[in-house]
């Protein structure tokens, strides 16, 4: 027996060390992807929108065939999970919050070609925190097995079924990925309405004296595109990574996880190159952080700038 502020009461389950009950569901009518093919140009891009989703093709070609080439051993990795093997509800458990990152990608890498920068930034976040939420999970199962036990009952007194929200967020997932964190972090600040970032969006070469505002503007910008593709590409890796130590639950051939590893050794040669865009932290002399923008420049002719936040 145990107590709280009204008095002493029984021990739960968890208290005591017992083990929360495998999931009473079975995984049935599972469908996976052979592969993944990135998505196409869209019809009726504005002019701005269609020059930009053309220069990226062309001065970030390879980060666009990594991710794409990402994104496909994901496709592959992840349909592993339907060997009967793995078919369990605690492969359904990573295999859920994957498949949300993964669209997450997905999409993002589109938005990024048409110089939608900042809607991309809501998408690369979320999908942070779904590959975060799977290297959590591993030291959390009895969260996931809690959830679909309670889940899915019958509300009586609003006639509908009661699903549960099934909080679950996992910031240590996050932080203990160095490159997770930092992206997370800027991801987070530049996808707010803080003012900085909103004006390095809209007035992108404003200064003390003017604000030369374009609003809605999707002209190319070489610094965004590098910066955000090299952040989509960090974040597959971290997918990769996480699902390479999961193979109880996705049993790769060999083949398929060396696959996996040259594609990440690729990405770190890649964005070890010197000239890109990218995203350092400063400290400053009161302890606090602040984010780093260098070799930032909207045209490779330009002059590389560093920015403070």
């Given amino acids: 027996m145990t107590t709280n502020g009204d008095g002493p009461r029984d021990a ?3 208290e005591i060390g017992f083990r929360i009950q495998e999931p009473p569901q079975r995984v049935s009518g599972m469908r996976v992807l052979e592969g993944w093919t990135l998505p196409g140009k869209p019809a009726d891009l504005a002019p701005a929108a269609e020059d930009s989703w053309r220069q990226t093709g062309f001065l ?29 509800m605690t492969m359904a458990g990573f295999a859920s919050l994957w498949s949300r990152a ?26 942070i925190e779904f590959v975060g939420a799977q290297t959590g999970l591993g030291g959390e199962l009895d969260e996931w097995r809690r959830w679909t036990h309670e889940a899915y009952g019958r509300h009586a007194e609003t006639r509908s079924v009661e699903i549960g929200l099934g909080n679950y967020f996992s910031g240590e997932g996050i932080s203990g990925d160095p490159h997770l964190r930092l992206i997370y972090r800027a ?17 992108n070469e404003a200064s003390h004296e003017r604000y030369p505002l374009i ?18 590409l960090r974040t597959g890796s971290a997918q990769l990574h996480t699902a390479m130590h999961l193979a109880q639950q996705f049993p790769a051939p060999s083949a398929l996880r060396e696959g996996a590893a040259s594609h990440v050794r690729a990405v770190e040669a890649l964005l070890g190159t010197g000239g890109r865009c990218r995203l ?5 002399a009161g302890g606090r952080r602040h984010h780093l923008l260098v070799d930032f420049r909207r045209q490779p002719s330009d002059a590389a700038g ?3 936040f």
């Fill in 306 to 308: 560093r920015i403070l």
């Fill in 215 to 232: 609003f809605a503007d999707q002209a190319f910008h070489l610094g965004w595109a590098q910066l955000l593709l090299g952040w989509l």
């Fill in 12 to 14: 739960g389950p968890d």
């Fill in 102 to 127: 993964f669209l997450c990608q997905s999409d993002a890498t589109g938005l990024i070609r048409r110089g939608s920068y900042q809607s991309a930034l809501a998408l690369i976040r979320q999908s």
């Fill in 280 to 284: 350092e932290e400063w400290t400053d």
């Fill in 187 to 203: 991801a987070s600040d530049f996808g707010r309405p803080n003012f900085g970032p909103t004006a390095l969006f809209v007035a």
């Fill in 60 to 88: 970030c070609g390879e980060e666009w065939h990594l991710l794409a080439t990402g994104l496909d051993l994901q496709a592959r990795f992840a349909a592993t999970g339907y060997a009967v093997s793995a078919r369990n």
